[in-house]
Antibody, heavy 119, light 106 residues
């Protein structure tokens, strides 16, 4: 069963760049058939799809974040990454990495990592 | 964006009860509807995909139905571990969007 694990700083200063990496184990990003992406959950709130990437590098970004967002993939390391620039307190959330199937369900999910934007 | 509206937002029930949660889409999403369960402090877990297909390993007391704009998640006999928050999600078009959640409480 594929497993996902997020890593990265838990605290980011306002106006700086939030960077997270997701490491995929027990499966290969290169095998195809899936997108690899990010979802966030603001404290006590619902779920927001940030964006996702295919192993070829093809991406989808949520239009609400597109101007600040970069998602990249490193197939040699079996990892994909999120970079969100110019963060504000509104970007404080738990960030999950996920796999998205071609039938549009998110499974599995990483355990999630809380990122707080604060000076 | 397609808006997903769940009802109720919260629900009190007891072990052994039959519970139904409803999800309505702001436009047709055919059968591109998934359900997730989230325990406190944990990541969401996929329960049902394509409106009515049970994810592998999920107990058969969970079932889903519907198509178009109206969908339901039913738990036939609540178990203690089922008390959690449930989310629907549409996969018909981008951005994929989620309902606001239904908190199932004792």
């Amino acid at each position: 069963q594929v497993q996902l694990q997020e890593s990265g700083p838990g605290l980011v200063k306002p106006s700086q760049t939030l960077s997270l990496t997701c490491t995929v184990s027990r499966g290969s990003i290169s095998s195809g058939g899936y997108y690899w992406g990010w979802i966030r959950q603001h404290p006590g709130k619902g779920l927001e799809c940030i964006g996702y990437i295919y192993n070829s590098g093809s991406t989808y970004y949520n239009p609400s974040l597109k101007s600040r967002l970069t998602i990249s993939v490193d197939t040699s390391e079996n990892q994909f990454s999120l970079r969100l620039k110019s963060v504000t307190a509104a970007d404080t959330a738990v960030y999950y990495c996920v796999r998205l199937s071609d039938t549009a369900e998110f499974d599995p999910w990483g355990q999630g990592t809380l990122v707080t934007v604060s000076s | 964006d397609i808006q997903m509206t769940q009802s109720p937002s919260s629900l009190s029930a007891s072990v052994g009860d039959r519970v139904t949660i409803t999800c309505r889409a702001s436009q047709t999403i055919r059968s591109y509807l998934n359900w997730y369960q989230q325990q406190p402090g944990k990541a969401p877990k996929l329960l049902i995909y394509a409106a009515s297909s049970l994810q592998s390993g999920v107990p058969s007391r969970f079932s889903g139905s519907g198509s178009g704009t109206d969908f339901t998640l039913t738990i036939s006999s609540l178990q203690p571990e089922d008390f959690a928050t449930y989310y629907c999600q549409q996969g018909y078009t981008t951005p994929q969007t989620f309902g606001q959640g239904t908190k199932l409480e004792i």
